[in-house]
């Protein structure tokens, strides 16, 4: 558990695996919620790829990883999009995006990247507060908190967490943002 409001670091974070269970291809979503999902996502991914690799591009986009996760303190489910391959780095950070439903739309609430998602127990106008580590070394994890301001998350924090190279201790040095 946290005790400060830098201790993201001790608290385990959001499990991709077990909830990040479909592409957006087979996601059990409607055709609208799907279409609004991959034109906001694939405007953040478009110019990664060029004119002639549009198939590639819709391909990609289809296979990130959706799924579900409880951000509001009534109990709905809010979207998860994590990227796949290329969107992903070698250190396992990824695009990801959040949304929530808004009947009849789905509006983002989040795009960002990191290796881990954490939702923390403390709440803002209804939504959990949220941090996303961003794996910047073996012995570095770069962390921004974001805060629900009834419409979107945004950002209220960041810091680094630095763990001693000798390994001599499990307990990290705060750095504020770089």
């Known amino acids: 558990m946290a005790e400060r409001p830098r201790d993201d670091w001790k608290l385990k974070p959001f499990d991709w695996e077990s909830h990040l ?12 919620e799907r279409d609004q999902i991959y034109r906001i996502v694939d405007e953040d991914v478009h110019d990664s790829f060029g004119d002639a690799e549009r198939a590639e591009e819709r391909k ?4 990130f990883r959706v799924g579900s996760v409880a951000l509001a303190r009534n109990g709905s489910e809010q979207i998860l999009v994590r990227g796949t391959g290329a969107f992903c780095g070698g250190t396992g950070n990824c695009s990801m995006w959040i949304f929530v439903r808004h009947d009849p739309e789905l509006r983002l609430a989040l795009g960002t990247e990191g290796q881990v998602l954490i939702v923390r127990n403390s709440f803002t106008q209804g939504f959990h507060d949220i941090a996303v580590g961003l794996h910047d070394s073996a012995f570095m994890m770069d962390y ?4 629900w301001d009834s419409f979107t998350y945004k950002q209220a924090d960041c810091y680094a967490a630095i763990f001693p190279i000798d390994g001599g201790s499990s307990i990290p040095a705060i750095k504020g943002c770089r």
Do not use: D, F, I, Q
Request: glycine residues 0%; without cysteine.
């Open 60 to 63: 990609a986009v289809m296979s």
């Open 21 to 32: 269970t479909h592409s957006l291809a087979e996601a059990p979503l409607t055709a609208n």
């Open 144 to 147: 921004t908190v974001y805060r």
